[in-house]
């Protein structure tokens, strides 16, 4: 009988996760322990790794899907197996025809079938937000929520007069009913949070790590004078050469190579070439670093910790793929092992796997800089005369103007730029 | 020993609908009643005085039968014939709640329940004591009659709503202590079976919470009726003299008077039954037992519900308390709201009001309107013979929500169950105004009520 796949619970707080990528096609044998598909978290990518050895029978999701925890994701068989479960998961036999139809109409995930199903919802009128506007669960969710229906008439003629819009009320009524009282709640919530019901708030002491990151944050923020400067990067290469490294790396180190592991050799190349920026000003000394020692920001439960990879620009690709991916490990793990975070000289801090384009990191002092990865979208742009879709980037650099000037920095990114887009040339 | 989740005090409407809720919720449920199933609203309340007041409603009607040619001969009462029907009604009733109790597997313990501490509660009966352990305790004892401090009152034998349902004769005439509702329905009940009764109420005017119009319809139609109102009056001592009890009243203008009947009945209001938690330190407001906004007292796995709380003395607010702590208990977080709690008079001439009255949108400085539609005008009150009457709306006149409504004529302890369904729905004067409704109905003055609110009156 087919294996179910479903979305691990990787936190004590995860409910949802995205995945991010399929790793194995419909029909695929995979082995025990393999990555099926990258899963995003609210913290971090991580890969969904097969229980059993098998063939991937059928993907009930597109990548770029939110799916709750727990819910199945894949099935997995003996090879071209039927699965009856997909079609209890789905629907019934019985309309079978009918879906047929309206499959037609309407590009839709098993799971956003049934909820529609099961709340008598047409699913021609919710508009999908899934990649082909595929109507996703959550958007079967969100057209409930704002069903007009589930409304009092008072509360309805209450919305009207002062122009709010329904659907950013949380019904508290009976099924999720919005009443007065939500909108009188939303008109009010500008009030100051001690006139709010103290049920609904949570108080946290600072403390712990989280009053280290604060302390530094502010300290860096308000000491040292930031200036950020970014630019775009054309990915397409990149993404080429991992494609190519993949299979190479994976079997050489058991680790997936991923484009952070790129950036952090291309930072660390790019960087012994512009030493200027490898540096750090400490009680009214500028110390200039020989070494080059990349710190990446790592997000955690608690707070965010910067493990660190030394000589980075002196080992090979894989070795950076084989220690990120460890240190990576045993942080989650719970190994904070002060090593791991000693003598860094530069950071990198990647929010690609967000909906991030780009912003400005805070130096992590005493560093002097400090780099931030977007994500890469595909994106038309210019080539030779023509329009070509690439995979597109953007890097922002804060520098510490102190002891940073301008023209070093926009020189770093320029040669970064440059390796980044063409870097084959970086492994020679 | 068997860990119960829940135990319940006291078998009236909080506890015994706490407890079968509870039961179908899957929780192990005891429940303690030191007397009867069904608490003071079977026993000695709601039930017996609605029981005689359909007595009292049939003679009137007998008498006002001539008028539509309806001619009885020889009208004969007995009280022992009304006091045992009640008690048959009240029998069925029990039996009622008994067999449902049972039928969801509660534990009934008849005897006095004692809490000892948050976990532990004793029963004692005929000396023996039993104690149970438990997660959390509902206390739902109720109330009794309160006993106002009067010079003799001591030493007169008089009746409180505890024994005057079960009168063997009817007497010539009776003194009831109190204008409030217990007060006017039983003289209306009284009256009505041919005693002569005078009401003594210390306010201005009798059910002094309600309107201040139905208030004055009530009035009249019990002076009508012949029985004596003395507003502004405060008893200063009792006494008997040769069978008779003797009032001496005190007008609030110094003026005394004396007032002699037959019978005393005293019906000034309620006090709480505390008797289960003198162990325990638990908060109280007065005499009353302090709970939170989720009926929790501050010993966080105790909570208290209906009369026992002060607040509205009603039956359905007592059964409502006991369902939200049910709720609470399974940990989902309920609040009682009282905001549109139905109030209801049953006297043959019949009151009911929803939400807010127009003296607490007054003292709030609400800005309301008010829209009154008098029931002569409707048909149904017509055909009955019963046009006195009528119906308020109160309303803001933005959107039209329904603050609170006040009727008043026959059978509007079960139109209000309307106005209920309008306000909990939070639907407005206009979705009223466009409801259809049967006709000829009483419930017709809704429609016209709410169409005179917005302007388009239609009768
Ligand atoms: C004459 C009259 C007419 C009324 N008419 C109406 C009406 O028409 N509509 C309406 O809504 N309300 C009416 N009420 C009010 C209504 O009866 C009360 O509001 C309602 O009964 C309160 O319910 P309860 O469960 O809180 O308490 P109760 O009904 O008083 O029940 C409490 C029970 O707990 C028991 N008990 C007390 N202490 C202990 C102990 N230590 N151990 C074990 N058992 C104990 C008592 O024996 C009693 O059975 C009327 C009341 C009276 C007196």
Known sequence: MAREVVMPKLGATMEEGIIVSWLVNDGEFIEEGDPIAEIQTD???????????????????????????HEVIAYMGEENEAIEQIENFSESKDNKL????????????????????????????????????????????????QDTSKITPLAQKMVKDLKIDDKDLIGSGQHG???????????????????????????????????????????SYYTAPHVT????????????????????????????LSYNDLIVKAVAHTLSKNKALNISLQNNEIYFYEEVNIGFAVSLDEGLVVPVIENTDQIGLAEIVKRSKEIVANIKNGKLSPEYFENGTFTISNLGMYAVDSFTPIINQPQSAILGVGRIVEKPVVKNGEVVINSMMQLSLSFDHRVIDGAPAAQFMTDLKENLENPFRMLV | MTT?????????PGGYVAALRGASEGLRVALIEAEQLGGTCLNQG???????????????????????????????????????YKNSVLNNLRMGIQSLLKARKIEVFNGLGLIKNSQEVEVISNNEKTTLSTKNIIIATGSRPLIPKVDGLENV?????????????????????????????????????GSKVTIIEYSNRIIAMEDEEASKALHKKLHDKGINILTNHLVTSVSEENGCKMLVVEKKSGEKDVISSEELLIAVGRTPNNSATKHIDLAYNGAFIKVNDYLQTNISSIYAVGDVIGGYQLAHVASAEGLTVIENILGNQKKMDYSIVPRCIYTNLQIASIGQSENDLKSKGVDYTVTKYNLFGNGKAQTLGKKDGFVKVFTDSKYGEIYGMCMVGPYVTELIGQGSAYMSLEG???????????????????????NLSIGKGVH
């Open chain 1, 43 to 69: 913290k971090i990518v991580l890969e969904v790794e097969a229980e059993s050895s098998g063939h991937l029978l059928k993907k009930l999701y597109d990548a770029g899907s939110t799916v709750k925890v």
């Open chain 1, 98 to 145: 009918e879906e047929v139809n309206e499959e037609e109409k309407v590009r839709k995930t098993p799971a956003a079938n049934k909820l529609a199903k099961d709340n008598g919802v047409d699913l021609s009128l919710v508009p999908g937000t899934g990649p082909n506007s595929r109507v996703q669960k959550q958007d079967v969710e969100n057209y409930l929520q």
């Open chain 1, 177 to 219: 009913k919005i009443t007065k009282k939500d909108v009188l709640s939303a008109v009010t919530k500008t009030t100051s949070t001690q006139e709010r019901e103290s049920s609904q708030l949570k108080k946290v002491p600072l403390k712990g790590m989280r009053k280290v990151i604060a302390e530094r944050m502010s300290e």
């Open chain 1, 229 to 256: 400067l970014t630019t775009e990067i054309n990915m397409t290469e990149c993404v080429i050469l991992r494609k190519q490294l993949l299979p190479v790396i994976e079997k050489e180190t058991g680790y997936r």
């Open chain 2, 4 to 12: 119960f989740d829940v135990i319940i005090i006291g078998g009236g």
């Open chain 2, 46 to 84: 709601c039930i017996p005085s609605k029981t005689y007041l359909k007595n009292a409603e049939i003679l009137e009607e007998i008498e006002q039968g001539k008028q539509r040619g309806i001619l009885v001969k020889d009208v004969d009462f007995s009280m022992e014939g009304m006091v045992s």
């Open chain 2, 157 to 193: 034998q008089y009746h409180t709503t505890d024994t005057i349902f079960d009168l063997k004769t009817l007497p010539k005439s009776m003194t009831i202590v109190g204008g409030g509702v217990i007060g006017v329905e039983l003289a209306d009940v009284f009256s009505s079976l």
């Open chain 2, 428 to 450: 407005t004067v206009y979705e009223m105004a466009e409801m259809i409704q049967p006709h000829p109905s009483l419930s017709e003055i809704f429609m016209e009520v709410a």
